[in-house]
């Protein structure tokens, strides 16, 4: 490694030695407090190991050892890093891009803390009808029983079911299933048999029944418990048995609102119809809180507002009091902090699972500002993640303001321009996985051109006449072969838009954050697409529609990289064809570990067990029996060309195309994503453990092993989101190579060196929410910026050094 000669004045640093999480191999690394320094390097390379988990993990790690017993189990901890010293490590605060779920209560305005400010607003300084009591904050929130309304119980949205979905085909019978929200196998024919029991015809067609009894069959809330005599079978005896009937809409709502099972719960949601609540229209709270005013509005009337709009209110409201004056000044400068990360297109209400993962980190970044810590360590994962340019300026602003106030900033970034503004940058590689995971140097910025192994260094300090990360802004936009054409298009901001996709073309659509990307490129254009083909048929240009986003490509431990592609199947075709499964007649189910027969039971597959500790939090360690193999020793004896299954799964995507090599099933899938930048990840690797960009690349991967002549078009959400420009030459690559292929891509990006490689580029803007939703400009990347038309121009006549 090499370590700058060039320190800070002051020798405080924080020294890291013998770092060796995940793929670090016993890395020394000194980085200076009350700076902020950048984390860089391809994906995969061991940056977030060394930022997250070695860095902010010992940090962790130290401040709970001064906690007591019982409180640490209210906290959830991430464990001790592996690492044998870091010295000189404050106190530490992690802003990641977390990748579970919030809960559909959390809104904007929860991880703000805004909303507590604007309900002590409305509790202190509202207008209350004449006679009301004053009400205590907690009755204007949604979350508590003294605000929630008791009809939705603060959810704003009631699910209701009916006969039509309940049942789908009236010409059925009851034995036949007309009934299709009640379960299957043995519950449903209890069910059937309590009916008949009870004189109900169960052959009668359902269209036929009396009105009378397909409305108790279906909603009645009363549980008759009565006698079944089940129908003999041939080959054994059933004793009768007390069965109690229950409705079709109390199983359905039974199921939904407390099985644990997703499967199930789906299931259920398939009967059930979402609507606003009829009691409080959707504002979630109770009617003594909708009662009150603040300049002329309900709280419910505020939180809908966009928060540009909502500080526009604030500023013109007529003060009433001390308490309103100072209580709305805290609003608008906790309202600025937001704003100012270019946020202020969102409204307070705006549920949190509806937000990007980039948004929620920098509601939360927006939040520490207002917090006046001092002297901790705030590590930040990719904060430039869904920015625009002129975005990504207001953010180094605020990374500046953290540092200037007492505080060192470690960040996890691949954003150049937030690369060069850094005071220290520490450069992981060379490459990702096992040819990665050392610190490849150490120091300011400038002097990064001088380490020859460094992935980075090419794109931070380029050479003379090279194109960047797009690589292609000197090649001359292609022609298009046709276009899809949008007019009229009315949703969330867009307003009686029009717009043309050409085809045959590499598009990009770009624009500030809540400009209404996502829902013209993936709402709206998907959607036409999609009805075109259905209906058109051969007349339309376009065959088939493939839309790769960040969602994950699983939920649980249990799906992964192997499972997903489909290499699962040729592996265990591949163990089910040995001769020692062969001679113990095993079939593929016995090399699954999500079904018994081969899995381990102690941990069912899992590879880990929960282990309960008095005083403490539940924590996960390796399963006792397998040692986190997923299998029983079996099982395990089984082995091909050397390997059993379990260590097969712990192979590299790069690994198992070489040990896969003669297998073309596993052969097509394993080089796909070898050549999209995946080549680190591990078959078996959990779905769980992915980033947003990694499963895109994935479902991107997935798509080029099938790739057909029929004219495709692929819609991607951002792809280049936490990606290395080295990982995003190889992405671009294989996007302008379907395109050459005869297909269509059109992306949202916001990475200006992308964008001037692209064939057309569509601006929208200006602004974001109520000030965007319209095409600013529209033509080849040349041409957009030098139209000199909205934010995006400048910087892409900056990107294509047109000036």
Known sequence: MRQSTDPPARDSFVRVRGARE?????????????????????????????????????????????????????????????????????????????RSTPGTRSSVGTVTLLSNSLRMLYSRAGTYPPGAPPLDSDAFSPNTAAGACPSCHGLGRVHRTSEELLVPDPGLSIRQGAVAAWPGAWQGKNLRDILEVLGHDVDRPWRELPARDREWILFTEEQPVVTVHP???????????QGTYMSARHYVMRTFGSTKSATLRARAEKFLADSPCPVCAGS??????????????????LAALALTELDAVLACAPPTGEAARVLAADLRARIGAVTELGLGYLSLDRTAPTLSAGELQRLRLATQLRSGLFGVVYVLDEPSAGLHPADTEALLGVLDRLKEAGNTVFV????????????????????????????????????????PDSATARFLHPAPGSAGAGGRAERAPRTATGEVRLSGVTRHNLRDLSA????????????????????????????????????????????????????????????????????????????????????????????????????????????????????????????????????NDETLQVRHAGLNIAEVLELTVEAAAAFFAEVPAADRALRALTDIGLGYLRLGQPATELSGGEAQRIKLANELQRVRRDHTLYLLDEPTTGLHPADVEVLLDRLHGLV???????????????VAGADWVLDLGPGGGAEGGRVVAAGPPARVARSGEGLTAGYLARAMRLR
């Open 22 to 98: 995940h793929n670090l191999r016993g890395v020394d690394v000194d980085v200076p407090r009350d700076a902020l320094t950048v984390f860089t390097g391809v994906s995969g390379s061991g940056k977030s190991s060394l930022a997250f988990g070695t860095l902010y993990a010992e940090a962790q790690r130290r401040y709970f050892e001064s906690v007591a017993p019982y409180a640490r189990r209210l906290i959830h901890q991430i464990g001790a890093p592996k690492v044998d010293s870091v010295t000189g490590l404050p106190p530490a605060v992690s802003l990641e891009q977390r």
């Open 231 to 241: 129908v003999r079978d041939a080959d054994r005896i059933q004793r009768p048995y």
């Open 284 to 301: 979630r709270l109770r009617p003594e809180a909708l009662a009150v005013t603040f300049a002329g509005r309900t709280i419910a009337e």
């Open 412 to 451: 996890v970034e691949h954003h150049l321009d937030v690369v060069r503004h850094a005071d220290w940058l520490v450069d992981v590689g060379p490459r990702a996985g096992e040819h990665g995971g050392r610190v490849l140097y150490s120091g300011p910025p400038k002097d990064l051109a001088g380490v």
């Open 500 to 631: 043309a996709f050409p085809l045959g073309v590499f598009t990009a659509v770009t624009g500030v954050s809540g400009s209404g990307k996502s829902t013209l490129v993936g709402q709206v254009l998907a959607e036409t697409v999609r009805e075109r083909i259905a209906a058109a048929g051969p007349g339309f240009p376009v065959r088939r529609l493939v839309e790769v986003d960040q969602k994950p490509i699983g939920r649980t431990p249990r799906s992964n990289l192997a499972t997903y592609t489909g290499l699962f199947d040729a592996v265990r075709a591949l163990f089910t064809a040995t001769p020692e499964a062969r001679a113990r007649g095993w079939k593929a189910g016995r090399f699954s570990f999500n079904v018994a027969g081969g899995r381990c039971e102690t941990c069912q597959g899992e590879g880990f067990v929960s282990v309960e500790l008095l005083f403490l939090p539940s924590t996960y360690a390796p399963c006792p029996l397998c040692a986190g193999a997923r299998y």
């Open 740 to 754: 050459d292929a005869g297909h269509s891509v059109v992306v949202v990006e916001h990475d200006m060196a992308v």
